[in-house]
C-alpha cells in the first residue's frame, strides 16, 4: 500500500510513500505524517490511499502524528475548494486548517504524575510519622496529584515513592485537561420565549436542519437574519443549536475576535455547558495557550464538545456530523484572512454548509451588500428581526454639521457646542457617555508651521503620529518609533503644530473641558492584556467611569444599561478613503456605535459629527434605515460594475526597487491580456463557486473570459509600506472560480525579477 502526502512546504504537489506493514492499520486519509524529504524529515497530511504507485523505490513513512486522523476527509475537501478558489497552494490551504498546537508533533495532553490510594491489605504497616501524614492525605482524597501532594504534605516526592515501595499507592502519569474556562461559575440558563419574529425566524431554519441532504430544501440552505441591535438574534442561534444537538448533530458559531469576549462565551455555556456535559461547548480563539488550544481541538475531534464558538479559522473545526454554522456580524471584514489563504471565513462556512448539507445562518443588523443582494435574487433567505425584544426605541440620532463648529475658530473643535452640552447633562445626572474616534494616539501629522516639512515614516508613504504620554512619534504601518523634534529638522523653526485628531487628544480634551468627569481611554495603545480589557469594562460597567473614549473596540456588542449617550467625533473620516466599501462601512460602523446607546431604561442619544453631513451613508444610519441605504449604494455599485455585481482580484506586486515592481506589473498585465483573447491555451477545470450556491461542473473550458475587466497596473494607495513599494491590478469578473485557476496557472508559470514579489487576493476586503 502507499499513501499520497501533502507536504508542509509550498510545492504545490503532493508525493507517494510507502506505509510500513507496522503502519498500515493505522494510516488514513487524513493523518498526519514524519516522512523523509531529500535529506529532511518532513511533516504532512495523507490525501489519498492506493495499492501502487508510478514511482519506483518509494521511501517510507516515518511515523504517525497523533492517535486519529486529524484531517477529517470533508475538511480535506474543503480545504481542496480553498485552494482552488483562493489561487493558493493546496499545501498552504491545508495547513491553515489545523492549529499549530495540533499541527507539531510535540504538542500533546498534558500528562502529569498522579497518585491514588490503593486497597489495605489485612496487616496495614507501620509507618514512620512522614509517611503515616502523608498517607493519610492520600487515603481521604483518593487520588490526588503529586505536585498537590507534596505541596500540602509538605513532603518531598520521594517520600510518596516510599508509600509506592511499600505497595500502599500508586504513583502513575494521567492525563489533565488545560480548560481555559475553569474558574468560571456558569449558572445554567433556560431557553427565553420567542417573539413572532424570532419564533418565525427559528422555525425557517430548523425545518431547513430537518431536510436530508439532497432534499430541495437546502438548495436555501443558506439564511440571513438581519435584526437591528438588541432584537434577540443569539436567542434564534441558541435555539437552532439546540435543535442540532437533539439531531445528533454539533454547531461551529463564528464571531467577530473582537466581539469574542467572556460574556459571549458565557451565554453558549450557561445554555448548554455545565454539570456533567461541562466539555460540550469548545472555545478556539488567539488568547488560548498552545496547551489549551490543543485540548479544545481534540475534544472536538473526539466529539465530546458538539459545539464550537471561535474567530475566523474555527470553521475548520472537526464537528462532525455538522447540523448548523451561525456567522454572527458576517458583514465584519475580520473574517477575510490577510495572509494567504486569503479566504473569508464567511464564504468558507456557506461552501461548508453545502458540502455537508448544514444549514447556514448568517446574522447582522447591517448585512454586507453582498449577502443582501443574495436574498433579493434568491440565493439566501432573508429572515428579519425588525425589533428590539425589550420594545425599546432606537436611539435618537442627531448630526452636527462641524462645518459650522469650524467657522470663525482656529480650525475645527473636538467638540460641538451642542456635544459639549449633552455630555454635561450627562455628568449632571450620572449617566455615562461613550466616545468614539476610529484613530489611536494624539495627532495624525506633525506639521512645521513655516516651511511645510511633515513628518513621515522612513519606510512608508505615511506621515508619523504623535503619541503624547511616551513622548513619541510612531507609525502606525511598520510601528516604526521616532522622538519628537524640536524644532523643525529641515528650517530649524520651533514651531511645530500637530494636526489631525487621536483617541489621546479626545481624552485630554475632556480632562480640560470636565475636570471633574472620571474619564478613560480603550484602545489598542493601551491594552496589552485581555486582562486590563476586562478591569475597565468592569469599572465602566459598575459606574467607576463617567466617560469611555475608544477606536473599534468599543463599538461591538457591549451592553450599558446606563449609556445614555453616544458622541461619534469624526464620522466621516472613513469616507474619504480610495475604496469602493467606503460608503458601506461608514454606515456599518455608525449603525454599530450609536447601538451602544439607550441600552437601559432610559432612552439614548447619539450625535454624529461631521463634515459632510448629508453624505448618504451618514444621513441613512441617521434614521436606522438600512435598505434606503442599500438600495441607493446597491445602484452605485451596478453602474461602476463593482461586487456583488461581479467579483474582483487584487494583484499586489511588492519589492524594494520601484522600478522593477513597476516594469513586473506591466508584464503581469499583459499575461492578463492574453486571458481576454480567444487563445487562451490552458484548459481549466471548474471548482465549486461559493455563495453563488451552484455547482459547476468539472469539465475541460477552453477559450476567453466573457467579462473580464483589467484595471491597473496603478501606485496601491499606499504606495510604500514596510519599505515595499506597491503597484496592483484589479480583475473583475463574473466567473471569478474559473479566474482563480487561471490565475493559478499564471502565477505558476511566471517569472519575476529577483526581489519582486506577487500576491493574489480573492475577493479583497479592501485595498491598501
Ligand atoms: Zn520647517
Ligand atoms: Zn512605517
Redo the contacts with the bound molecule.
Keep these: 500500500m502507499i499513501a499520497r502526502v501533502s507536504l508542509e512546504i509550498a510545492l504545490r504537489k503532493e508525493f507517494d510513500y510507502a506505509i510500513p506493514p507496522e503502519l498500515a492499520d493505522r494510516v488514513d486519509v487524513g493523518s498526519r505524517v514524519q516522512v523523509p524529504f531529500g535529506p529532511r524529515k518532513v511533516l504532512g497530511v495523507v490525501t489519498a490511499v492506493a495499492e501502487e504507485s508510478a514511482q519506483a523505490r518509494l521511501k517510507p513513512i516515518l511515523k504517525i502524528i497523533g492517535a486519529q486522523t486529524l484531517v477529517t476527509a470533508r475538511v480535506l475537501k474543503l480545504a481542496r475548494w480553498m485552494a482552488d478558489y483562493y489561487c493558493c497552494a493546496p499545501e498552504i490551504a491545508l495547513k491553515s486548517i489545523l492549529p499549530e498546537a495540533v499541527r507539531k508533533e510535540a504538542a500533546s495532553w498534558r500528562e502529569r504524575l498522579f497518585v491514588t490510594a490503593l486497597p489495605v491489605q489485612d496487616d496495614f504497616p507501620k509507618l514512620p510519622k512522614r509517611q503515616l501524614e502523608v498517607w493519610n492525605i492520600v487515603e481521604e482524597r483518593r487520588e490526588i496529584s503529586l505536585s498537590e501532594l507534596v505541596e500540602l504534605a509538605e513532603t518531598t516526592a520521594a517520600t510518596v515513592r516510599k508509600l509506592e515501595d511499600r505497595g500502599l499507592v500508586r504513583v502513575a502519569p494521567q492525563i489533565t485537561e488545560r480548560d481555559p474556562y475553569a474558574n468560571e461559575q456558569i449558572l445554567p440558563s433556560q431557553p427565553l420565549v420567542l417573539n413572532a419574529a424570532q419564533a418565525k425566524a427559528l422555525a425557517a431554519v430548523t425545518t431547513a436542519m430537518d431536510a436530508k441532504q439532497g432534499d430541495r430544501a437546502l438548495k436555501s440552505g443558506t439564511f440571513l437574519l438581519h435584526g437591528v441591535t438588541g432584537s434577540g438574534k443569539t436567542e434564534v442561534y441558541l435555539q437552532a443549536i439546540a435543535t442540532a444537538l437533539a439531531q445528533g448533530k454539533g454547531a461551529i458559531v463564528l464571531v467577530p475576535e473582537i466581539s469574542l469576549t467572556p460574556q459571549t462565551v458565557e451565554r453558549f455555556k450557561s445554555r448548554f455547558s455545565h454539570g456533567s456535559n461541562h466539555t460540550l461547548v469548545a472555545v478556539l480563539h488567539s488568547h488560548l495557550s498552545a496547551g489549551e488550544r490543543h485540548d479544545e481541538w481534540h475534544k472536538i475531534r473526539q466529539g465530546r464538545a458538539r459545539i464550537v464558538i471561535g474567530a475566523r479559522s474555527a470553521i475548520f473545526a472537526p464537528v462532525e456530523p455538522l447540523g448548523l454554522i451561525v456567522v454572527d456580524e458576517e458583514h465584519e471584514h475580520t473574517y477575510k484572512q490577510e495572509e494567504a489563504p486569503r479566504y473569508n471565513a464567511r464564504d468558507v462556512a456557506i461552501m461548508r454548509g453545502q458540502m455537508e448539507g448544514a444549514a447556514v445562518v448568517l446574522g447582522s443588523a447591517t448585512p454586507s451588500l453582498e449577502s443582501y443582494h443574495n436574498c433579493q435574487r434568491g440565493k439566501f433567505t432573508l429572515l428579519e428581526l425588525p425589533e428590539r425584544v425589550d420594545n425599546q426605541k432606537m436611539p435618537y440620532v442627531r448630526v452636527v454639521d462641524m462645518r459650522q463648529a469650524a467657522r470663525g475658530g482656529k480650525g475645527p473643535p473636538t467638540f460641538s457646542p451642542q456635544l459639549k452640552e449633552a455630555i454635561t447633562q450627562r455628568l449632571e445626572k450620572g449617566e455615562q457617555t461613550i466616545l468614539f474616534l476610529n484613530r489611536r494616539g494624539y495627532s495624525t501629522a506633525l506639521e512645521c508651521t513655516q516651511c511645510g516639512f511633515v513628518a513621515t515614516?522612513?519606510?512608508?508613504s505615511?506621515s508619523?503620529t504623535y503619541h503624547r504620554p511616551e513622548q513619541k512619534l510612531r507609525?502606525?504601518?511598520?510601528?516604526?518609533i521616532e522622538p519628537v523634534p524640536a524644532a523643525c529638522p529641515k528650517c530649524k523653526n520651533p514651531q511645530i503644530r500637530y494636526s489631525g485628531l487621536g483617541t489621546q487628544k479626545v481624552e485630554d480634551t475632556l480632562n480640560k473641558l470636565f475636570p471633574q468627569a472620571r474619564v478613560q481611554r480603550m484602545d489598542s495603545d493601551l491594552l496589552k492584556r485581555k486582562e486590563d480589557y476586562r478591569r475597565i469594562l468592569g469599572d465602566f460597567r459598575t459606574g467607576k467611569i463617567d466617560i469611555l473614549v475608544g477606536t473599534q473596540m468599543i463599538a461591538k456588542g457591549l451592553h450599558f444599561p446606563n449609556v445614555t449617550l453616544v458622541g461619534i467625533i469624526y464620522a466621516d473620516m472613513a469616507l474619504h478613503q480610495p475604496d469602493f466599501r467606503a460608503g458601506e462601512r461608514t454606515f456599518q460602523l455608525l449603525t454599530q456605535v450609536a447601538g451602544r446607546a439607550g441600552r437601559g431604561e432610559v432612552e439614548g442619544e447619539v450625535f454624529v459629527q461631521a463634515f459632510t453631513p448629508f453624505h448618504p451613508a451618514i444621513q441613512y444610519a441617521r434614521r436606522h434605515d438600512f435598505i434606503g441605504f442599500y438600495e441607493q449604494e446597491i445602484e452605485f455599485r451596478k453602474q461602476l460594475n463593482y461586487p456583488p455585481f461581479s467579483r474582483v482580484a487584487l494583484l499586489t506586486l511588492r519589492g524594494h526597487n520601484e522600478d522593477k515592481v513597476k516594469f513586473s506589473a506591466e508584464h503581469v498585465r499583459k499575461e492578463l491580456d492574453k486571458l481576454s483573447t480567444e487563445n487562451n491555451p490552458e484548459p481549466l477545470s471548474l471548482a465549486l463557486s461559493p455563495s453563488a450556491g451552484e455547482r459547476v461542473a468539472e469539465g475541460r473550458v477552453r477559450g476567453a473570459f466573457k467579462d473580464l475587466n483589467i484595471a491597473g497596473p496603478a501606485p496601491a494607495p499606499l504606495l510604500r509600506?514596510?519599505n515595499y513599494y506597491r503597484y496592483q491590478l484589479m480583475l473583475r469578473t463574473t466567473q471569478m472560480s474559473k479566474l482563480s485557476l487561471a490565475l493559478a496557472e499564471l502565477v505558476n508559470r511566471l517569472e519575476l525579477p529577483e526581489g519582486v514579489t506577487l500576491t493574489v487576493d480573492i475577493d479583497p476586503t479592501g485595498l491598501s
Design positions: 515614516c522612513p519606510n512608508c505615511l508619523l507609525c502606525h504601518v511598520c510601528n516604526h509600506a514596510e
